[in-house]
C-alpha cells in the first residue's frame, strides 16, 4: 500500500466517499522521508491539490467539500505528527501550508512548487532550508 492509499484509508468516510479507486503511487516516498513523514506530505499535499490545482486522489465534490476535504487533509497530517511528538515537522509543514495560501493569495501560484521541495528536502535525513527559509526576505509576508 502507498502513503497515498494510507491516507485515503484514514479519511473520515465522508471525503473518502469521493475516493479515486487507485490514486496512484504518490509524490512521496517512504524509504526517502521515513513512513509517518511520508504519510503526512501525501496527506497535507493532497489537501492543497484539493484546495488550489486537480487532487490525485479525490473527484467529484463541488467546491465547498473540496475546501473541507483539504482543510481535512491538512489536519489528518498535522495530527499524526502531533501523535508522533514531530515537532520539527509540525512548524515545517504549517509554514509551508500558510506559506502556499499567501503565494496563491498574492498571485504567485508558481512559487508553491519551490515551497513544496524545500519543505520535502527539510523534512528528508538530507535536511536543508524549508519554506519560510527559502522565501525569506523575498515573497514571505512581513510580520
Same mark, same amino acid.
Given at each position: 500500500?502507498?502513503?497515498?492509499?494510507?491516507?485515503?484509508?484514514?479519511?473520515?468516510?465522508?471525503?473518502?466517499?469521493?475516493?479515486?479507486?487507485?490514486? *496512484?503511487?504518490?509524490?512521496?516516498?517512504? +524509504?526517502?522521508?521515513?513512513?509517518?513523514?511520508?504519510?503526512? $506530505? /501525501? #496527506? !497535507?499535499? &493532497?489537501?492543497?491539490?484539493?484546495?488550489?490545482?486537480?487532487?490525485?486522489?479525490?473527484?467529484?465534490?463541488?467546491?465547498?467539500?473540496?475546501?473541507?476535504? *483539504?482543510?481535512?487533509?491538512?489536519?489528518? +497530517?498535522?495530527?499524526?505528527?502531533?501523535?508522533?511528538?514531530? $515537532? /520539527? #515537522? !509540525?512548524? &515545517?509543514?504549517?509554514?509551508?501550508?500558510?506559506?502556499?495560501?499567501?503565494?496563491?493569495?498574492?498571485?504567485?501560484?508558481?512559487?508553491?512548487?519551490?515551497?513544496?521541495?524545500?519543505?520535502?528536502?527539510?523534512?528528508?535525513?538530507?535536511?536543508?532550508?524549508?519554506?519560510?527559509?527559502?522565501?525569506?526576505?523575498?515573497?514571505?509576508?512581513?510580520?
Amino acid at each position: 500500500m502507498t502513503a497515498l492509499s494510507e491516507v485515503v484509508a484514514a479519511c473520515d468516510p465522508s471525503v473518502a466517499a469521493h475516493a479515486a479507486p487507485d490514486p *496512484g503511487a504518490g509524490r512521496f516516498d517512504p +524509504g526517502e522521508h521515513g513512513e509517518v513523514r511520508a504519510f503526512v $506530505l /501525501e #496527506a !497535507v499535499y &493532497e489537501g492543497y491539490l484539493l484546495h488550489y490545482e486537480t487532487p490525485r486522489a479525490f473527484g467529484g465534490l463541488d467546491d465547498d467539500l473540496r475546501l473541507l476535504a *483539504g482543510d481535512a487533509l491538512y489536519a489528518l +497530517g498535522l495530527a499524526r505528527l502531533a501523535e508522533d511528538g514531530d $515537532l /520539527e #515537522a !509540525v512548524t &515545517e509543514l504549517s509554514d509551508l501550508i500558510s506559506l502556499c495560501a499567501w503565494a496563491h493569495a498574492e498571485g504567485h501560484p508558481e512559487r508553491a512548487e519551490d515551497l513544496w521541495a524545500a519543505s520535502a528536502r527539510a523534512l528528508s535525513p538530507a535536511g536543508g532550508p524549508g519554506a519560510a527559509e527559502s522565501v525569506a526576505g523575498d515573497l514571505a509576508p512581513q510580520r
